[in-house]
C-alpha cells in the first residue's frame, strides 16, 4: 500500500514556516503539485518552490495576508491559472506573538490569533471549498496544537484562537461531508524543527518527562500525518482532532 497523491494540488498556508517546509516536501514526494503560500519571505517562498520543483511536481508561489478575504480570493484567482483547481488545503499559517498572563497579554494578540485561526479558516473554506463540492471530493486540514486541550498559564490568546479554530472544523465537517469533502486537524505537540537542529536544542527533559514516548516530535512526523490526512488511506475520517504529541495529551470518549 502506497500514499500517493499523484494529480492532486496542496495548497500549504505558511509554507515557508518550519513546518509548512516539512509538509510542501513531503507531499510533494507523496507526488502532489504544491501552492507554496507565503505572507511576507518572498525569497524563501521561492527557495522552496524550487526545491519542489526537482522533484518533478508543479509548484507555485503565492503571496497574500491570511487574514483578509479579499487576498485569500485573490490568492485563489492566481492559483486557478497558474496551476489550476486545489484538491488539498492545509491551513498552517498563524500569528506569532510573545506569550504572556492574561492579566498582560495585549489585547490586539486575542484578535490576532482569532483572524489567523478562526477567520482564516472560515475565508480558506468559503473560498475552496466550492470547487471541492462541484467536483464531489477533497481534503481540508487545519493545523492546531497540543495547547487547545493544555490550557497552561500564559497560553490563553493561542488556546482562544485555536479553540475556535476547532468549533469551525468540527461544524464544517458536518455541512461538507455530504459532498465527499472531508475535514480533519492534526494537533502537534513541542515539535523539533530545522531550528531546533541548527541551535542544538532538541532535548528538553522536562518537557519530555510528561510524554510517554518520552521525547519530543519531529516535523516530519507532523508532516506525516498531514499527508495521510489529504491521501486516500483517510478516506472514512472526517471531523477528528488528531494529537500528534507522543501522547501528551488525550483526547477522551
Given at each position: 500500500m502506497e500514499l500517493r497523491l499523484n494529480g492532486k494540488t496542496a495548497l500549504i498556508t505558511g509554507a515557508t514556516g518550519d513546518l509548512g517546509r516539512v509538509m510542501a516536501k513531503t507531499l510533494a514526494a507523496c507526488g502532489a503539485n504544491i501552492v507554496v503560500h507565503y505572507n511576507s519571505n518572498a525569497?524563501?517562498?521561492n527557495e522552496l518552490k524550487a526545491e519542489l520543483e526537482s522533484l518533478n511536481v508543479k509548484a507555485v508561489s503565492v503571496q497574500a495576508d491570511i487574514t483578509k478575504q479579499s487576498d485569500i480570493e485573490q490568492m485563489y484567482k492566481h492559483i486557478k491559472e497558474q496551476i489550476g483547481e486545489v484538491h488539498i488545503v492545509v491551513a498552517n499559517a498563524v500569528i506569532q506573538?510573545?506569550?504572556t498572563s492574561?492579566?498582560?497579554?495585549?489585547?490586539?494578540?486575542?484578535?490576532?490569533q482569532f483572524d489567523s485561526c478562526v477567520m482564516q479558516s472560515v475565508y480558506l473554506a468559503k473560498t475552496f471549498i466550492p470547487d471541492m463540492i462541484a467536483r464531489k471530493e477533497g481534503r481540508f486540514i487545519g493545523i492546531n496544537t497540543e495547547c487547545a486541550m493544555q490550557n497552561a498559564p500564559t497560553q490563553s490568546a493561542y488556546v482562544a484562537g485555536k479553540r475556535?479554530?476547532?468549533g469551525i472544523y468540527r461544524v464544517l465537517a458536518k455541512e461538507v461531508g455530504e459532498h465527499g469533502i472531508t475535514?480533519?486537524?492534526?494537533?502537534?505537540g513541542w515539535t523539533i524543527s530545522e531550528r531546533d537542529?541548527?541551535?542544538g536544542s532538541e532535548i528538553n527533559e522536562g518537557y519530555s518527562a510528561s510524554?510517554?514516548?518520552?521525547r519530543r516530535g519531529t516535523d516530519q512526523e507532523i508532516a506525516n500525518a498531514v499527508a495521510f490526512l489529504a491521501s486516500d488511506l483517510s478516506s472514512f475520517i472526517t471531523g477528528a482532532y488528531i494529537p500528534v504529541n507522543g501522547g501528551n495529551v488525550m483526547p477522551a470518549i
Open positions: 525569497t524563501k517562498a506573538y510573545e506569550w492574561i492579566m498582560e497579554q495585549n489585547p490586539e494578540d486575542y484578535q490576532g475556535g479554530m476547532d475535514v480533519n486537524q492534526v494537533a502537534p537542529r541548527e541551535a510524554v510517554p514516548l518520552k
